[in-house]
């Protein structure tokens, strides 16, 4: 099969929508390991609904998840500028 020959603005294009799609996937994988995560902690029976006590822990849980991960992207960015 041969290779087909792109131009270079058409690389950076497909390289645009590559890591695109890459982030993308990126994202699905934490929402899925956050849901696992915060599943396992605080779900302990399944019923047809969570009880009080599930979603204040589901909550809380999701909130330090995304308080992490927003300290370590902005302690990560502080290093970089401090490093440039």
Do not use: Y
């Amino acid at each position: 099969m041969a290779q087909p020959n792109f131009t270079p603005s058409e690389q950076r294009e497909l390289a645009q929508f590559l890591e695109g799609e890459n982030a993308k996937a990126r994202i699905q994988q934490t929402v899925h390991s956050l849901t696992d995560t915060c599943w396992d902690k605080c779900v302990f029976k399944v019923n047809s609904s969570l009880d009080r006590s599930e979603e204040a822990c589901l909550s809380n849980c999701v909130e330090r998840f995304l308080d992490t991960s927003l300290f370590i992207v902005k302690r990560l960015e502080d290093l970089r500028n401090s490093s440039v």
